[in-house]
């Protein structure tokens, strides 16, 4: 006779595919697929380029409109206007026999053929494995390549691994063949719910996902029919004509596949937006002006996400609020099988252990199929009346009471009633677990996941189901077999514990999902609203806010540093992905132009010019990373062609913001071509200009404003002066090494002119009339620009350095201008503590300038930690993050270690968006109008300080990079 073991609902030899992930095989609409055709044919590679530059978020009242749209929508309208997405959820696999004579081996005391219980968990297990491995590969290739590919690829795969199974001969064979249909069901397993959950609206999105688990029941109810109809044959093809159904089904779904849309929340965080929009306008009967709504809303939630945590990798579910997220989900995908799942639902073999005859054990079995479809069904009512918190927690508190009294009855007694009244409570356990545990823990897992690692979240949840699965699939033959332990219904005791122990846990941890969108799920789990408040908690996606930080104060210029410890960073190891997001960022705001308009160009200092030298840095930095699919390089060449009109030398501007000077010298540092580096020569002698050199003063003049004595058309200064048009020279000799002969010429007559400039009578170099002293338009950041760019004359400007370090006040910064009458500042903490005007400019340059004077040094090393100790008081600017002005650039002057991580970790996306919500002025926008500032501007100044942050001692870009 024959005997089979107990394989549960996530055992790859029972379920053949179970639930092809509810893909949508929504319409089959001839006017759809007339459209989808018809957009391949016109699609042109320019329209595409185009189409990924349209990044923009959609006004913010059309995401309200449509988050509050989404809430009110009730089923009946749900599915009337979604029944696309509703009916035509395809998932229908069937189970075949793997236990056999043939596999077997034959036990004389108990006259029947068993495997051991080493055999039996190692067939199980063995797939489970690959199912794991499987599920990690499908979390990246899903959330790269998208969900229909990786399907049609799995089924392909799958089409071919069938052959192993069906022609095993030996059992170590028959475990090649299901270990690597094991790969394939790892994607099927992880894919169903996350794209369940994708192409829904609210309404419904709690019923779709549950539907995975009505699939199970409809792929077990067949395949226990397709068993029971086999059982009356004896030849090998009892076994092999299960696994040969399988071949029914890969091509017709992959065809059915081609022609389903792809998730809309994918395309959006691809941003494909015109294919998001033609994919919600396929997937219900929407309005144009509907699925815009809808596509704001989508839009809407993935830049909040980005906001609040950065990053989209596994690592990414561990942390921040994620990591939370993360937990719910695992520990509710293995309460599945902690509830018992193993030893009761699929019980055909522990009926056979506990005295029931085969043909009644596998009739039973149909019937308890029978009973999860019904019980499945009966849990979309349920979900109308109940939320998700309570299903859960109450239905594996049931079930645990069910198992309990199995383990009872077998202990009490071995009579046929004790025997029956076992095969009753396992059937009550079934329709418990099938109205809840089972169904909804689809919907929790669909739901706690955040949108942007929604296929990393779902992988790790079903792979900690899977691992657990393996466990109980090594304990459960033990326990039920007879030449085992064979503690038949006593194993009930074991599993009712398990079960207990999630019931607790979902009392403490388990939050209520139903009813919430996805953006106020991202803000409830971000407050961290406890568990139990859930459902009561009011949340507004659009105008809700968040604490600053734990512990800090806010002040008219900035944030008091009163945190009881540092700040981790915890991307420290890893800033790639900060950086990569950041230039996603820019490129969808600010994308490369054909034509550009005077406003998008300020040189380097702000505009495209200086975006374009950001990607240069990244190319030679990182020249593997890829954004939006092209190299950094292809990006700078974008931005650096686009055409600028005839952009001219301008009165007062030679420096960094100069257009004409800044496009002409990173054009030839981006092409390396000479004829480039000419171009740019031809200004320089303009620069030079006539103005007025070693005037001597006289009493006729000692007493006029100094703009009114001279004539020079151009300042000194970095920004705007010949400063910059120096390290401009010095851009071009550093990235064109062939021009150092053409280039140091004028480099010589540019150093000469700056170091022969006196602008007041007195040797000094002014900017607007004033003695300024800062890094952007001072003494300290002229000197820095003419020593890099030429270290010899390092002790011709000591003395200018000197008085510099003299300058510095009590609390270690420096005035922004010399007092008129050159006397010190009288309240030192009204100057502000940035880049550009105070001290974290001047320890960024002393940092630099402190090899080439060794006779100052001692005095430079006590400056440099009095600014430094000054930026960790006061450096927590509440101005916008930026390099110039802001915290990010204060960042940079501290050593690798909890001070400088203190900084970064506050300037990531999660905490300035966490700061804007929950005060206006913090961090609000404050870039003077400039577009895209590289120097002042949020998203260009994070992508450098990410890619700078590992260094020692960061170089500042537009400063000292070079």
Same mark, same amino acid.
Request: proline share 6%; net charge neutral; charged share 15%.
């Given at each position: ?26 319409? +089959? ?28 978020? #959609?006004?913010?009242?059309?995401? =309200? ?40 081996? @034959? ?17 199980? &297990?063995?797939?489970?494995? +690959?199912? %794991?491995?499987?599920?990690? %590969? &499908? ?12 399907? =049609?690829?799995?089924?392909? +795969? ?19 063949? =299901?270990?690597?249909? $094991? ?7 992880? !894919? ?27 792929? /077990? ?106 937990? *719910? ?15 009761? @639902?699929?019980? !055909? ?46 239905? *594996? ?43 909804? +823990? ?11 690692? #929604? ?6 949840? #079903? &792979?900690?189901?899977?691992? !657990? ?39 403490? #941890? ?40 734990? $512990? ?8 008091? &540093? ?38 998008q160009l300020s040189g380097l200092l702000s505009g495209h010019t200086g975006i374009a030298y950001l990607f240069l840095q990244v190319a030679t930095s990182l020249p593997k990373l890829h954004i939006h699919g092209y190299p ?12 600028? $009109? ?57 007493? /006029?404003?100094?703009?009114?004595? /001279? ?20 851009? %071009? ?33 002014l900017w607007s009339g004033s003695r300024y002293l800062g890094a952007g338009h001072g003494d300290i950041g002229i000197i820095t620009q003419l020593v890099l760019t030429t270290p010899p004359l390092a002790p011709r400007l ?30 030192? !903490? ?29 005095? %430079? ?5 009095? $600014? ?53 002025d913090v961090f609000a926008p404050a870039s003077y109008g400039k577009e895209c500032a590289l120097l002042m501007s949020y998203e260009p100044s994070a992508a450098w300080t990410w890619m700078a942050c590992q260094r020692q ?10």
């Amino acid at each position: 006779h024959h005997t089979f073991v107990s394989v549960d609902k996530g055992d790859s030899s029972v379920a053949i595919f179970y639930s092809l992930y509810t893909l949508v095989f929504l319409h +089959c609409k001839l006017d759809y697929i007339e459209d989808r055709m018809k957009s391949a044919q016109d699609a042109s590679p320019e329209a595409e380029h185009e189409d990924d530059l349209k990044a923009n978020l #959609r006004s913010l009242q059309d995401a =309200q409109a449509a988050t509050t749209a989404e809430q009110e929508t009730t089923l009946r309208q749900a599915l009337r206007e979604n029944w696309k997405a509703a009916l035509c959820l395809m998932s229908n696999f069937f189970g075949y026999p793997t236990f056999q004579r043939k596999f077997g081996s @034959y036990y004389p005391e108990q006259d029947t053929w068993q495997l051991t219980g080493a055999w039996q968990a190692g067939l199980q &297990n063995g797939t489970n494995a +690959c199912v %794991i491995i499987g599920g990690f %590969i &499908n979390g990246w290739a899903s959330a790269k390549f998208g969900y229909k590919v990786v399907t =049609q690829v799995a089924l392909a +795969c799958m089409t071919g691994f069938i052959f192993i199974s069906f022609f095993a001969v030996r059992i170590e064979m028959l475990l090649v063949g =299901q270990m690597l249909c $094991g790969l394939t069901w790892g994607v099927y397993a992880t !894919t169903s719910p996350a794209y369940a959950s994708e192409v829904c609206p609210l309404a419904l999105r709690g019923y779709l996902t549950v539907y995975v688990n009505l699939c199970w029941a409809m792929g /077990q109810f067949l395949s226990s029919g397709v068993l029971r109809g086999m059982l009356q044959y004896d030849t090998e093809w009892s076994w092999r004509v299960p696994i040969a159904i399988q071949w029914m089904w890969p091509v017709p779904i992959m065809i059915a596949i081609f022609f389903a849309p792809e998730s809309p929340w994918w395309l959006v965080k691809k941003g494909r937006y015109e294919d998001a929009e033609k994919s919600l306008l396929a997937l219900s009967n929407r309005s144009r002006e509907q699925a815009q709504a809808t596509l704001a809303q989508m839009r809407h939630t993935i830049m909040l996400e980005s906001s609040i945590e950065s990053g989209s990798n596994y690592l990414d579910c561990f942390r921040g609020t994620n990591r939370r997220r993360t937990e *719910i989900c695992m520990v509710v995908f293995a309460g599945q099988q902690l509830s018992g799942a193993v030893f009761a @639902y699929t019980p !055909t073999y522990f009926f056979l252990q506990a005295g029931i005859s085969t043909e009644n054990a596998f009739t039973i079995a149909i019937g308890s199929t029978a009973m999860a479809f019904i019980g499945t069904c009966v849990s979309w009512v349920l979900l109308t009346y109940f939320g998700r918190r309570t299903l859960y927690g109450t239905g *594996i508190a049931m079930a645990s009471c069910s198992l309990l009294i199995v383990g009872i009855c077998s202990a009490a007694t071995t009579a046929s009633r004790a025997q029956w009244a076992q095969v009753a409570f396992v059937l009550v356990w079934k329709l418990i677990y099938s109205m809840t545990v089972g169904p909804i +823990c689809y919907a929790i897992i669909s739901e706690t996941s955040a949108v942007r690692l #929604r296929p990393q979240t779902v992988v790790i949840a #079903r &792979n900690t189901y899977a691992m !657990t699965q393996i466990v109980a699939n090594v304990l459960n033959p033990y326990m039920l077999n007879p030449i085992e332990w064979n503690w038949k219904g006593k194993a009930g005791f074991f599993w009712a514990g398990t079960s207990a122990c999630v019931s607790m846990w979902s009392y403490f #941890r388990l939050p209520e999902t139903q009813g919430r969108t996805y953006e106020e799920l991202d803000l409830l789990f971000h407050e961290e609203v406890p568990a139990r408040k859930f459902k009561l908690t009011h949340v507004d996606p659009q105008t809700s806010s968040l604490p600053t930080s734990q $512990g800090s104060t806010m002040s008219q210029r900035h944030i008091v &540093n009163d945190f009881s410890t540092p700040l981790d960073f915890p991307h420290l190891k890893s800033p790639e992905t900060l950086l990569l997001s950041s230039l996603q960022r820019i490129l969808n705001s600010s994308p490369p132009q054909s034509t550009y308009t005077k406003a998008q160009l300020s040189g380097l200092l702000s505009g495209h010019t200086g975006i374009a030298y950001l990607f240069l840095q990244v190319a030679t930095s990182l020249p593997k990373l890829h954004i939006h699919g092209y190299p950094a390089r292809h990006w700078a060449q974008a931005y650096i062609s686009g055409a600028r $009109g005839h952009p001219a030398l301008e009165p007062g501007n030679c420096g960094i913001a100069s257009e004409i000077l800044a496009h002409a010298a990173v054009r030839a540092c981006i092409t390396k071509d000479l004829d480039h580096v000419r171009n740019f020569l031809v200004s320089l002698p303009q620069v030079l200009g006539a103005g007025i050199v070693d005037r001597p003063t006289s009493p006729a003049t000692e007493g /006029q404003h100094p703009e009114s004595r /001279q004539a020079d058309p151009f300042p000194t200064d970095l920004f705007y002066g010949r400063a910059g048009a120096l390290y401009l020279l010095r851009l %071009i000799r550093h990235w064109v090494p062939q021009s150092a002969p053409l280039v140091e010429y004028w480099i010589v007559l540019l150093t000469n002119r700056i170091l022969s400039t006196d602008d007041d009578g007195k040797g000094n170099w002014l900017w607007s009339g004033s003695r300024y002293l800062g890094a952007g338009h001072g003494d300290i950041g002229i000197i820095t620009q003419l020593v890099l760019t030429t270290p010899p004359l390092a002790p011709r400007l000591s003395e200018r350095l000197a008085s510099l370090l003299d300058m510095q006040l009590e609390d270690g910064n420096w005035p922004s201008v010399e007092p008129a009458d050159g006397s010190r500042m009288s309240s030192p !903490t009204e100057e502000p503590v940035q880049w550009c005007h105070g001290a974290p400019g001047f320890v960024l340059s002393l940092l630099s300038l402190r090899p080439f004077f060794p006779m100052l040094r001692e005095r %430079i090393d006590v400056a440099i930690e009095k $600014g430094r100790a000054l930026t960790w008081e006061r450096g927590l600017l509440r101005k916008e993050p930026s390099l110039c002005h802001g915290i990010l650039g204060n960042a940079l002057i501290f050593s690798p270690g909890p001070q400088r991580n203190h900084f970064l970790r506050l300037g990531t996306p999660e905490k300035v968006a966490e700061a804007r919500r929950a005060d206006a002025d913090v961090f609000a926008p404050a870039s003077y109008g400039k577009e895209c500032a590289l120097l002042m501007s949020y998203e260009p100044s994070a992508a450098w300080t990410w890619m700078a942050c590992q260094r020692q001692t960061p170089r500042f870009i537009l400063y000292n990079d070079i």
